[in-house]
């Protein structure tokens, strides 16, 4: 599963951290050899990279790169060279971050961006922050162009660079990108002109100038927009009243001993194990009989830790997929033996890497996800669950949700999820060789419980309207619990 990271924490990480990468050009022939290198590599260890995309077309597309490969390439023209063939195949879990990382070493040197974040509902595109220190944007604002061209074929334009499935997702995905998307189109410009409309219905061209870090933060203070102060990254339990307790658990990775760049899965961590533990056995000490579940803008991660915060309310054997199905490949291989560098694999890895060593490369095999047993009767949680996700409920967020719907654990609130519960993914990587840029790809295709293959996310149970743009007060869980309360009363 993957790890989307919020763009803002990479900025402010960025910030904080001053090594850099270099920004040493490739010679085109390097270029070309690691375009040629993706093209076989992913042809041969994605799961089934024409699942969405023709041969043919990958082939047209194929050339068109090369044409495009015209003497020297910068790191980010090349890395948006390898990503725009990455995302073609429209399969979220296949991806390259080299441009992205490019863009948070460019911040955290000094260099300017411009300070444009946005949200998408339906065709309609809206500012989330003021963009310039005058406050002429504000938030609410909706975006009608950039430059005089239609926000709209923005979104198309950027949108080649972002692996989705859909277009919901791609969208969801560049709620948390535009900026670094528009600085890898754009380079350092010095501003652009936004047309917006705000709630008058008046239209306005605004000048926005390009700022650095320091230049964002002053127009953040001197234009404060008002939002939820909740961290969904952390993790949180506690009782509300009447007998509802709120679990958030947070990514399902070990946040303490993850590799920086998110590169191998996490199939351990204490932490997280104690915290769910732990809230639970208060959780079943103070009679709660409703449990809240928050999974909104959760990246999502490994069935490990889902599973294990799962099996204390599940009242039958469970597992995140009804079918499971890899592909053996070279690529696979040798990442895993990468993996086997760091130290003797147990428990599913153990068993992965096994059936992958046994299988020979091309084929595509079975592999039994073990159902989970529930805990012990005694130790169970019996009351009431409820789960909340958005489109920003990514991954493994997303098949908990779908898990919790098929087996009947429980309701599901909010809206459509972006990411899909049946899905490819269970990702591993590789190197091009000449540049060094690190791609991801999936290994496998896995069906949700109920076998459902219909391209759709986790519809939700209760459909909730989106949060407002600019509000301090969790509309969202203040629904739900007012829904449970008024059933209990």
């Not at 020297?72 to 992205?100: L, N, W």
Request: some cysteine; overall charge negative.
């Amino acid at each position: 599963m993957s790890f989307f990271r919020p763009l803002i924490a990479l900025i402010i990480a960025s910030v904080f951290c001053q090594s850099t990468l270099a920004q040493d050009e490739f010679s085109e022939q390097a270029v070309k050899n690691d375009l040629s290198v993706l093209h076989m590599t992913l042809q041969q260890a994605h799961y089934d990279l024409y699942a969405h995309s023709s041969r043919e077309d990958y082939r047209a597309l194929l050339n068109d790169l090369y044409g495009m490969i015209d003497g020297p390439q910068s790191v980010v023209d090349a890395s948006k060279i390898f990503q725009r063939y990455v995302a073609f195949g429209k399969i979220g879990h296949a991806k390259t971050e080299a441009g992205y990382v490019q863009f948070i070493a460019h911040i955290g040197a000094g260099g300017r961006f411009l300070p444009i974040f946005i949200r998408v509902d339906g065709g309609t595109v809206f500012l989330v922050q003021a963009a310039d220190i005058d406050g002429q944007t504000q938030a609410g604002m909706v975006i009608h162009a950039i430059n005089g061209r239609s926000i709209n074929s923005w979104l198309n334009q950027l949108g080649v660079y972002v692996s989705a499935e859909r277009d919901l997702m791609r969208n969801s995905l560049m709620e948390e990108s535009f900026a670094p998307l528009l600085w890898m189109e754009l380079g350092e410009v010095d501003n652009v002109t936004l047309t917006v409309e705000g709630s008058d219905s008046v239209k306005r061209l605004i000048k926005v100038d390009a700022v650095d870090f320091p230049g964002y933060a002053a127009i953040r203070a001197a234009a404060p927009s008002k939002s939820l102060d909740t961290d969904f990254n952390a993790r949180e339990y506690r009782l509300l009243s009447k007998g509802l307790a709120y679990l958030r658990p947070g990514p399902f990775i070990d946040l303490d001993t993850a590799d920086a760049d998110q590169r191998d899965p996490s199939y351990s961590g204490d932490g997280f194990f104690e915290f769910i533990d732990q809230a639970f056995e208060d959780m079943i000490a103070s009679d709660a009989t409703d449990l809240i579940i928050d999974l909104r803008n959760n990246p999502g991660g490994n069935n490990n830790f889902s599973d294990a915060m799962t099996a204390w309310f599940a009242d039958k054997p469970f597992r995140f997929t009804n079918d499971f199905r890899l592909k053996a490949s070279a690529a696979t291989k040798a990442d895993y033996e990468r993996q086997l560098e760091s130290g003797e694999p147990d428990g599913l890895l153990a068993d992965l890497i096994e059936a992958e060593m046994t299988q020979p490369n091309g084929m595509r095999y079975s592999f039994d996800i073990p159902m989970v047993e529930p805990r012990q009767v005694h130790e169970r949680y019996k009351g009431q669950v409820w789960a909340i996700v958005n489109r920003h409920s990514y991954s493994n967020a997303t098949s908990t949700a779908a898990m919790i719907q098929d087996y009947e654990f429980g309701r599901v609130f909010g809206e459509e999820t972006a990411d899909l519960p049946t899905s490819y993914a269970s990702v591993l990587t590789f190197e091009l060789p000449e540049t060094g840029v690190v791609v991801t790809y999936p290994k496998s295709r896995f069906l949700r419980p109920s076998g459902n293959v219909t391209m759709r996310g986790v519809i939700p149970d209760i459909v909730l309207p989106r949060e407002p743009i600019e509000s301090d007060k969790d509309v969202i869980l203040e629904a739900v619990s007012n829904y449970v309360w008024a059933l209990r009363d």
